[in-house]
Each structure stands twice: as structure tokens, then as C-alpha cells.
């Protein structure tokens, strides 16, 4: 993530397949300060984001396909139905998924840079 203060490295697991991006983080009890979870789209989405069976509270950044972060949310689990749905109200490619508050330590901010390096 690139910010006007530095750069800042997220180890990312990848979903890029619709099983991985619907199933998300569920289940998981606790998320590394420095890890996330990156969705990626074949083609832009403008669809919402649900915290069902999610354990953690979460924040999200909406991303373009030119890596600029659109919109940045947080997200409370949804402790029973119907859950709270999360609308970026944006076209998006990519979805990072973070603990809450994560982006604001970084000092992330919307129209900042999100470049990816796979290994």
C-alpha cells in the first residue's frame, strides 16, 4: 500500500475464484496485524460486502483496477440475521480486507495506491 507517508507491506491470502471471495475470512478467530485478505474480480463488481459467520472485526478498501483505493469501510460481525450489508456504492476490481482499524494505523487513506507483488 502506497500512502504520502511510505509504503506499507500486507501478506495477503488471494480469492479469485467465487468460492473463495463468497466463503472471505468466516470463521477465522484472529487476523495478523500485518495480514489480509485480497478479493480480485475478473472485471469490475459493484456488489456488497456481508459479515456472516465473520469473527473479527474487519475494514475494507475498495480498489480499481488501477490500484487506487476507491472507498475504505468498517465492517462489525454479524452476530445473527439478517446481516448488515457494507456498499461501496463503487465500481471495484479488488476488495482488501484488513483488522479494523488497520487502514487508519497505516495511514491509508481513499485515493491512495494498492500495488500487488505475488511471490
Not at 1 to 23: C, K, N, S
Not at 40 to 64: E, G, N, R
Not at 91 to 106: I, T
Amino acid at each position: 500500500l502506497v500512502t504520502a507517508e511510505g509504503t506499507t507491506v500486507v501478506r495477503v491470502e488471494i480469492a479469485e475464484t467465487p468460492e473463495a471471495r463468497q466463503r472471505g475470512l468466516m470463521g477465522r478467530t484472529s487476523l495478523d496485524e500485518d495480514a489480509g485478505m485480497l478479493f480480485i474480480w475478473p472485471q469490475d463488481a459493484t456488489s456488497s460486502f456481508h459479515m456472516k459467520d465473520t469473527l473479527v472485526p474487519l475494514s475494507v478498501a475498495f480498489i480499481a483496477a488501477d490500484g487506487t483505493i476507491l472507498r475504505i469501510l468498517d465492517m462489525e460481525p454479524c452476530r445473527a440475521d439478517p446481516c448488515q450489508t457494507y456498499d461501496p456504492r463503487i465500481a471495484y476490481r479488488m476488495a482488501l480486507e484488513v483488522g479494523r482499524g488497520a487502514f487508519e494505523q497505516w495511514g491509508v487513506r481513499e485515493a491512495d495506491r494498492a500495488r500487488l507483488v505475488r511471490n
